[in-house]
């Protein structure tokens, strides 16, 4: 996974309005991908908008969640 940087770019300062046919035609550029190619790439996505390292993300909190039985 560490090749992700040079193959994807998140740009923070880009938006583009687009009208139901335009977002059409650009939903089909990811169509042609595996869905594990989706996965890296959200993967990638996800470490620079939260600002981890990808090859070695943060742990979860597992002390913050509780089980409880319902009545």
């Given at each position: ?19 139901a046919s335009?977002?059409v035609n ?46």
């Amino acid at each position: 996974m560490s090749d992700s940087p040079k193959k994807f770019r998140l740009d923070r300062t880009a938006f583009e309005a687009r009208n139901a046919s335009e977002q059409v035609n650009y939903g089909k550029v990811y169509q042609n991908t595996t869905w594990q190619e989706r996965l890296r790439i959200h993967q990638y996505l996800n470490s620079i908008a939260y600002g981890y390292d990808l090859d070695n993300p943060p742990r979860m909190d597992k002390t913050f969640f509780q089980i409880k039985t319902r009545k």
